[in-house]
């Protein structure tokens, strides 16, 4: 009796330390129901002869559960059985803590996004105020129906817990798979929402909620709604989400700072959205990101970092790609096991559309799991995205074929979900004083996916799991017996395909990629001699040049030999090959993840590239073939005020974070003309400021003014303290302009919007950083020259729309012998494999001499970008960034040998056919598993479930999504 | 000077006059080498061929000295020299002695025949973003009664612009859904369409039916009322398929029915089909996808049709096919990026070498309208990357000239063919170099053209710093 009343202690401390209050009545008292309502059973529960796994390896055999009002009573080998208690005979039954689900976004549980568009409502344009985005207004309601954030995808005042009631439907499946608890999650927007626990149990709502706002809840889902309202891009969901937190934060600070003061001020807005975000601002209330991506795993922890917030990630299922940035994170990872299974193709040839990266991810899926664990982190595992619940115990199975544990298995159903949420002293495991959840199955136990479920018990009730329904799967079966001949011929079949699926054939994706070392414990020491050097520098051009290389620099380059004491890992030399700087292409969009413009505003200043860097996109490696080593990324040509750009390396095999070019100044693109003035995007886009070309000057002056007006804010509040002006992060980043910080990249083409622009920007003392394409900028090279700004075109597109009909391959040159710092550029991922043979057109049109026609895509583009210092020319000091040509650079002929970035090898033409071989080779022996599969597993869908998942198995992931595929400023739209 | 301007086009317009009285004078009376042309090929409208002679009637005769000669289909001569007489090439070797002929001195320079641009769009497009100016394409799977020829601007800002980087021909191509229609061969010079038109129909354009299935899952497409499963698509395609094979039977048994019938009333889609139906007319396939090039070669071969591979992205991975089925290829896609994950970065770019050594004839394809003037440097990338350049070089003239039925006169620097010929300062396949002086059907073009008119414009400007 000691021991139950000790245990009862604990328990009613366990409760007072909950949440859960309404557990309390129903422990002390037994609720008498009127009459004609099903009476409450008592609640008393002897679960005996179980083997019982009380947390995740630790268990007992023969044990006895005692269940009282809903918690635990007792557990152990011997505990003695209360008189009062309803006898389970548990033989021959495994028991395990309840499972809980960690991630069950439910539908229509969140309002539409934009509730009351009005597009060409001009009463709102004056009525409306400026919000962030730099438009007047646009909307009557700018974000959702009612007070609420501007942006209507930004929902964090969302309670999925309002929206919940047991349904049996919903639940019963998650019931079925021995889950008996589930964070029930909003499912559309940005920021969606708080999620609630509740339990899997039927009845009043009231009494299933286990802690209401869980979680908030973050996905990178920039999915367009038609409307097409801000954000639109993976970029703009990040900017989105930043912006949010921090005008919660200054919520917070402004509703403080005028309950201090509030006598003759303006009241500061009542905002739903800000005030739900406090409990995640203030970190007392995790949030999970779901990051859509391998590489947006490594996006959502900075940003997370960066508020400071409390966060765990939903796994992509794709983290297989970049292994290295989920370890990064640290994070808890919630892990979906959706695997994709072998379509079924109409004929034979059609598995030429195929892809390696197809094959891979299927081949990988099942091991996710597992990887996620041997990088050290915590998983939590759910049924989430899987359009059929029941394939969760078979891909689970999968799972552990593939490397992952029992134990991390149980651990990723119950301790890890409940510390996930904070409930470890309630759920988890088996022990007195926990909530009577469990989850109970026969035969060898739950991982076995053949060993029935038979009953759940949540909150101390029973919910037995009725038999599945086999009738379509015997029949499957039967036929498949007919064709085999033996039992034995079947077993040995199915061992077959047991091997099969369990030994991976797929490599990862960072295998062949990288820097090529000739040993790589070292770093490279590079003799070249005998070559002709191409110094675009103070040496000009040596032949029988000499240079040394080593810690990534130059140490060396002159044309006369020197006593070598070095013993270089790499001699390059001979044969007629020129050597130059690595190119420089200043108008890149070729690595760039989701979208490359945000074109729903007309300023959005505050997106940034940098943000959606794709390490992984195979554009690199191509552009790296053609001697390519720096690229200005930059966001499209639809605004006038477009997205922050980034330089970037183009180090192959480096995460997003390790491409970026340390210390290049900050750039942004803008732009002019027909784009910005959506002349090209039909009669639907007619309503947006500006649409014609007398506008777009007036629409910049309009926001360099506002953040002129910012930046003194600023300064007022750093110099007289106070309430911190609301952080805003477009006219932060124009403010950043103002101040010399960043340089503008402007697309622009006819020269009468050009001078406009030069001039509007001179009365903000803004030296243009350069003008990019500038079709007519040779007719006014004079006035850009005089400005300063360097002139980034092409050697000679034309006549692809109105605005270029004047264009002229002569521009380049025309704007070189006025004074212009001249580049070429590429806009397009072939191109920027072949920049040499583009600046050796401004030679055929204008007569540039041959070094100064190299120039106009080495260290002139490094000029215009601010990155000369380091790059762009070979002189003493400088990066070790090169390229080995087989012959003369500007003759398109000769071809790229090799190219080298900071002294490391990213390019050697054999190793690169090699490595293509490769791929090819792991095709096929993918196509020869995949096969293989499909005839033993009697040509059906074949893979580790039975029910198809095509779907999954023809996701292009977003990383692949634009390989192959040619990208410029306006690409949205086309 | 890079270019020149000795001879503009409204330059000379008595000539002109005289030129386009000569030219309605020599169709009344045909030369031999149309009579002989006219017996190989006729189609429903009578004779196809239009000869360039128009052109020669303003030729002089000159003699062109000095330059290496790449006669392309012989022996290069290094200080050669060129007779032209009558927009012929009447002689060609070290020392010709022509007393009539006024000497012209290319020291230094290079002389090609002139380059020929199958499968273009140039002439049926000025801007690609102004629809107002695109004549491209038309409405419905099968109009083989559709002519390129006829919708030329022979005033397009684009074409002197092609025409002075050595470009003296081009196959101006309908675009369409299945059966597009018919595409002529013209000369970068000439006042009106009629006197472009070297050769009327040099093929007939049929867009092979897309084999690639939308994998797009259903929760993921942007439209879920279009989707279609893969079953469905493949039934789809395959209708297709049968449907073309119908149109031709159809047209077969049009041609038989009108060599038998009384009364006959003829109907232009089917009449535009005879010519192709009796072999005499090449069907031009654009196909990219390797398995639409299987599935055209097998399907022209059986049907015994003179087939031409157009946009042929993924030729070079059934080369040997090609080769033995002794189907000619208009390659496109140099510079197309690689297609495959698993293609190595140079696939493309390589893919003419690849053809050329499995034995294809090949012929090189400008990018869009506006530049293609740069067909000589597709042709160059693939000599980067394993194409022999003598063949690079063939491929721009004479193999062109070939597939589209015109090497009688075209495509080479022989005796007899057409004047038509271009000096530069240096290799062909470098763009360092410079067209010089361009002469077709024995008379100097000018080289001018919108660029150079805006360079020189725009170049003396009064300073302003």
Redesign the interface.
């Known amino acids: 009796m000691n021991g139950l009343l000790l245990c009862r202690l604990k328990l009613a401390l366990t409760v007072v330390l909950s949440v859960l209050i309404s557990f309390v009545t129903s422990t002390t008292q037994a609720q008498i129901l009127p009459p004609g309502f099903r009476p409450k059973p008592l609640g008393v529960h002897a679960l005996v002869g179980g083997r019982v796994i009380l947390k995740p390896g630790e268990k007992i055999e023969n044990g006895t559960i005692v269940i009282r009002d809903g918690y635990i009573e007792a557990v152990g080998a011997d505990v003695a059985i209360p008189a009062e208690a309803r006898i389970w005979d548990c033989k021959g039954l495994t028991i395990y803590a309840g499972f809980i689900e960690s991630y069950f976004p439910i539908g229509q549980t969140n309002s539409p996004a934009t509730a009351n568009d009005d597009n060409s409502a001009t009463a709102n344009l004056t009525a409306g105020g400026v919000n962030f985005y730099g438009v007047p207004g646009q909307r009557s309601d700018p974000g959702a129906r009612g007070a609420s954030y501007e942006v209507g995808k930004i929902s964090p005042e969302h309670r999925a817990v309002q929206d919940y009631s047991p349904n049996s439907k919903t639940i019963k499946p998650l019931r079925d798979l021995g889950f008996t608890a589930a964070v029930i999650a909003p499912q559309r927007g940005i920021i969606r929402g708080t999620s609630a626990l509740v339990a899997l149990a039927e009845g009043d709502p009231n009494d299933v909620i286990l802690k209401a706002d869980m979680f908030q809840h973050i996905a990178f889902d920039p999915q367009s709604d038609e409307e097409r309202a801000y954000p639109v891009s993976l970029m703009g969901t990040i900017a989105t989400v930043r912006q949010s937190f921090f005008d919660a934060q200054h919520f917070a600070l402004n509703h403080a700072d005028w309950q201090k003061q509030p006598h003759g001020r303006k009241r500061p807005e009542f905002n739903p959205a800000l005030a739900a975000l406090q409990p995640a601002t203030e970190g007392k209330q995790r949030v999970i990101f779901e990051p859509g991506s391998a590489l947006m795993v490594d996006r959502a922890a900075r940003v997370a970092r960066e508020l400071k917030l409390d966060f765990a990630i939903v796994s992509s299922g794709q983290e297989w790609r970049r292994p290295d940035l989920a370890r990064e994170t640290g994070a808890t990872f919630i892990v979906p096991v959706n695997f994709p299974t072998l ?5 034979e ?2 598995w ?2 195929i ?3 197809q094959l891979r991810a299927w081949d990988w899926a099942a091991e996710n799991p597992a990887l996620l664990r041997q990088q050290n982190l915590e998983i939590a595992l759910t049924t989430y995205s899987l359009s059929d619940k029941k394939v969760f115990r078979k891909n689970l199975k999968a799972a552990l074929d593939r490397g992952l544990s029992e134990t991390d298995a149980l651990a990723a159903l119950t301790t890890i979900p409940a510390k996930l949420c904070g409930v470890e002293k309630q759920l988890g495991t088996i022990e007195p004083g926990k909530i009577a959840n469990l989850t109970i199955v026969d035969g060898k136990g739950y991982f076995d996916p053949e060993s029935r479920v038979r009953d759940v018990w949540v909150d101390g009730r029973n919910y037995a799991v009725q038999p599945a329904k086999e009738v379509a799967k015997k029949d499957e079966n039967a036929n498949a017996e007919k064709e085999d001949k033996t039992k034995a011929e079947k077993e040995k079949k199915n061992a077959e395909l047991k091997e099969l699926q369990k030994k991976r054939v797929a490599r990862g994706p960072l295998e062949g990629r990288g820097a090529i070392a000739q040993r790589p414990d070292s770093q490279p020491v590079v003799i070249i001699s005998n070559a002709t050097i191409w110094t675009s520098g103070s040496r000009r051009i040596l032949t029988n040049g000499f240079m040394l290389v080593s810690d990534g620099k130059i140490q060396s380059i002159d044309s006369s030999p020197l006593n070598l004491r070095f013993n270089p890992t790499d001699r390059i030399g001979g044969g007629g090959i020129h050597i130059t700087p690595g190119l420089i292409d200043a108008h890149s969009h070729s690595a760039i993840l989701g979208g490359v413009n945000e074109g729903t505003l007309p300023s959005t200043a505050m997106v940034r590239i940098g943000d959606v860097i794709n390490s992984e996109t ?2 690199i ?2 552009q790296l ?1 053609g001697g390519l080593t720096v690229a200005n990324l930059l966001h499209g040509s639809a605004n006038p005020i477009g997205g922050q750009s980034q330089v970037i390396k183009l180090r192959d095999g480096a995460s997003p974070e390790g491409l970026k070019f340390q210390g290049a100044p900050l750039g942004i693109k803008f732009a002019l003309g ?1 784009n910005v003035k959506q002349s ?1 995007w039909g009669e639907r886009n007619i309503t947006r400021f500006p649409q014609s070309r007398t506008g777009v000057p007036t629409f910049h002056r309009n926001r360099f003014t506002a953040a002129q007006q910012y930046l003194q804010a600023w300064e007022r509040f750093q110099r007289d303290g106070g309430l911190p002006p609301r952080r805003d992060l477009e006219l932060e980043t124009i403010g950043e302009i103002i101040q010399g910080k960043r340089l503008i990249h402007c697309h622009s083409y006819r020269q009468d919007e050009i001078l406009a622009f030069l001039r509007v920007m001179e009365e903000f003392n803004v030296r243009v950083g350069t003008m990019q394409h500038v079709l007519e900028g ?2 006014i ?3 850009i ?2 400005h300063g700004a360097g002139a980034s075109c092409f050697a ?7 605005e270029v ?2 264009a ?3 521009a380049g040159a ?1 704007m070189r012998e ?2 212009v710092l001249v580049s070429f550029n590429s806009d397009s ?2 191109l920027a ?2 920049l040499n ?1 583009e600046a ?2 401004s ?5 540039v001499p ?1 070094e100064e026609a190299l120039k106009l895509v080495t260290i002139n583009p490094a000029r215009q970008l601010g990155i000369d210092k380091w790059v762009g020319s070979l002189e003493l000091g400088k990066d070790a960034d090169f390229v080995v040509w087989s012959g003369h650079p ?6 790229v040998l090799q190219t080298w970035i900071d002294g490391k090898k990213y390019f050697d033409r054999d190793e ?2 090699k ?3 490769e ?2 080779q792991e ?1 096929e022996e993918l196509i020869t598993k995949a096969k293989k599969l499909k005839s033993l597993s009697g040509g059906g869908s074949g893979s580790s479930n039975e029910s198809g998942n ?3 198995f ?2 292009i992931a977003l990383e ?1 999504e634009f ?4 990208r410029h400023c306006m690409e949205e739209e086309h | 000077m890079i270019y020149n301007q000795r001879h503009t086009i409204g330059a000379s317009a008595s000539s002109t006059a005289q030129q386009f009285s000569s030219c309605k004078v020599e169709r009344r009376s045909p030369s031999s080498a149309v009579q002989k042309a006219r017996h190989l090929i006729t189609t429903f409208f009578g004779a196809v061929v239009l000869w360039m002679s128009c052109a020669s009637a303003g030729a002089e005769t000159l003699l062109l000295k000095g330059a290496t000669v790449h006669t392309v289909s012989g022996a290069t001569i290094t200080n050669g020299q060129v007779l032209l007489r009558d927009g012929k090439i009447a002689a060609i070797g070290s020392s010709i002695s022509a007393t009539d002929a006024k000497e012209i001195s290319l020291d230094g320079l290079h002389l090609y025949p002139g380059m020929i641009a199958l499968n273009t769009e140039l002439g049926l497009v000025e801007i690609d973003a102004i629809r107002a100016t695109l004549d491209l394409k038309e409405v419905g799977e099968y109009t083989p009664d559709v002519y390129s020829w006829l919708a030329v601007n022979p005033d397009s800002e684009l074409l002197p612009v092609a025409r002075a980087n050595g470009v003296s021909h081009f196959e101006p191509t309908p675009a369409g859904a299945m059966l597009a229609g018919q595409s002529g061969l013209l000369a970068l010079t000439g006042w009106t369409t009629e006197e472009m038109v070297v050769r009327k129909s040099i093929a007939l354009h049929v867009y092979w039916p897309r084999a690639n299935l939308d994998t797009t899952p259903k929760e993921r497409t942007r439209n879920p009322r279009t989707w279609k499963s893969l079953e469905e698509q493949d039934r789809e395609r395959k209708e297709k398929l049968r449907q073309l094979d119908e149109f031709f039977a159809e047209a077969r048994a049009y041609a038989k029915a009108k060599e038998s019938a009384k009364d006959f009333q003829p109907v232009p889609a089917w009449e535009a089909m005879l010519p192709v139906v009796r072999g005499e007319l090449p069907v031009t396939i654009h196909a990219d996808d390797v398995r639409e090039i299987r599935a055209a070669v097998n399907w022209a071969t059986t049907n015994r049709f003179k087939m031409i591979l157009a946009d042929a992205r993924d030729a070079w991975r059934v080369a040997d096919l090609l080769a033995s089925n002794n189907v000619p290829v208009i390659f496109n896609h140099v510079f197309n990026l690689p297609q495959r994950d698993t293609d190595d970065y140079a696939a493309q770019y390589s893919g003419p070498a690849v053809l050329h050594r499995a034995g294809v004839k090949i012929a090189f394809s400008g990018t869009g309208a506006s530049l293609v003037k740069n067909l000589p440097y597709e042709a160059a990338q693939a000599v980067a990357f394993g194409l022999p350049a003598g063949e690079a070089v063939k491929a721009l003239t004479l193999y062109p000239a070939q597939m589209a039925g015109v090497a009688d006169h075209l495509g080479s620097i022989e005796v007899g063919k057409d004047a038509t010929i271009f000096a530069t300062d240096g290799d062909v396949l470098d763009i360092r170099s410079n067209v010089k002086r361009m002469w077709i059907g024995g008379k100097e073009v000018s080289l001018e053209n919108r660029h150079t008119r805006l360079y020189e414009k725009y170049k003396n400007r009064p300073r302003r710093n």
């Open positions: 379509p079924k193709l109409p004929s040839e059609d030429e559309q892809t390696l990266d195979r554009n490696q191509d073939a027909e090209n040779y007719k090279a004079d006035e020259a005089a000679d597109w034309w006549a692809y729309k109105f009909y004047d002229i391959p002569f025309l006025r004074g991922s072939d494999r072949r043979t050796a057109k030679m055929k049109f204008g007569g041959e500007l003759d398109s002929r000769s071809v690169a056919l490595r293509a071989a791929r090819k095709r095509d779907g999954e023809f996701r692949t390989d192959g595929v040619e």
